[in-house]
């Protein structure tokens, strides 16, 4: 059980994140429906939040059974395509909601009041679908390309079970924060599990490279710039959970290994330091929202 603990472990703060910036993102829109006194509109929100949910399981269903079917080549290029198309995907989500969240707040309500006065009905929920649709392909996307960084098939379930584990407790967030008051400090979960996916997404970006290179589309620079297989080995243990969780490698190529330093470097630097505080028209702007 203990190769399947990593897996898991990545799906779940996977899952979490994505699940708690939905939440947000819904409960901003229907604290501020109830707020305006339309309550009558909240069943549009969640037939919204429900086709976001249902799209984005069935574009991660389908992707991940084309993935089961391919062998070969075919199979490890579908491999380094979506982990790398997974840790690009994050990184941009991530710097958005950074540069987003003091804003987001605004912007949702001016959404709400634009919809109400245009079309009650689909603009509602077009709304809260276009808000959840974002977090839901990005998460499947996020889960294929992990899948698709470990072993076997078996160690992409629990990847997936991890990631549904994570969604249910922020559920669980999400309703102890909007029904019954309770306290979270948002901005250090989110830099805390933002920058957990960084560390994520730097493997998932070594693992990529490493599968170009063993195509011989890219070249390795040089083939073996260390070989810890001895000391920590990647195939069992520690080593195990530490590639499939932050990309390690007992015995990387040069390329991988300059690829995956500079990203987590620079990554991490640009993602935790302090965001810059808007001016105080933007402020005002927002605060009028």
């Known amino acids: 059980m203990d190769h399947l603990v990593a897996p898991f472990t990545g799906g779940l703060l996977t899952g979490l994140r994505e699940g708690v910036e939905a939440a947000l993102i819904v409960g901003i829109i229907a604290g501020y429906l109830v707020k305006i006194g339309r309550a009558d509109r909240l069943f549009v929100i969640w037939a919204g939040v429900g086709l976001a949910v249902l799209t984005s399981t069935v574009v991660g269903i389908g992707i991940f059974v084309t993935f089961g079917a391919l062998e070969g080549d075919a199979e490890k290029i ?3 395509t979506a982990m790398l198309l997974a840790s690009a995907v994050v990184t941009w989500m991530l710097f958005w909601m950074r540069r987003q ?12 009041d634009k919809a109400l006065v245009s079309a009650p009905l689909l603009g509602l929920g077009g709304l809260a679908f276009t808000a959840v649709i974002r977090e839901g392909i990005e998460t499947s ?12 098939t078996g160690d992409a379930v629990w990847v997936v079970l991890g990631a549904i584990a994570g969604l249910a407790l922020a559920v669980g967030i999400g309703a102890a924060i909007f029904k019954f008051g309770a306290r979270l400090n948002l901005q250090r979960f989110f830099s805390w599990t933002g920058a957990a996916l960084i560390i994520i997404a730097a493997g998932l970006l070594s693992h990529g490279v490493h599968e170009l290179i063993e195509l011989g589309l890219l070249p390795p620079l040089a083939n073996e ?3 810890l297989s001895a000391q920590l080995p ?9 590639r499939a969780v932050a990309g390690y490698s007992a015995a990387p190529e040069l390329l991988t290994l300059l690829v995956h330093v500079a990203y ?17 028209g933007v402020t005002a702007v927002s605060r009028e929202g």
């Open 264 to 280: 987590l470097c620079v990554g991490l630097f640009l993602y935790l330091r302090p965001v810059a505080r808007p001016r105080a």
């Open 101 to 112: 969240a003091a804003s987001m707040s605004g912007e949702l309500r001016q959404g709400v």
């Open 141 to 152: 996307l996020f889960l294929i390309g992990q899948a698709a960084a470990v072993a076997t």
């Open 78 to 80: 579908f491999e380094a």
């Open 234 to 242: 990647d195939s069992e243990g520690i080593g195990l959970f530490l």
């Open 225 to 227: 710039v260390y070989n």
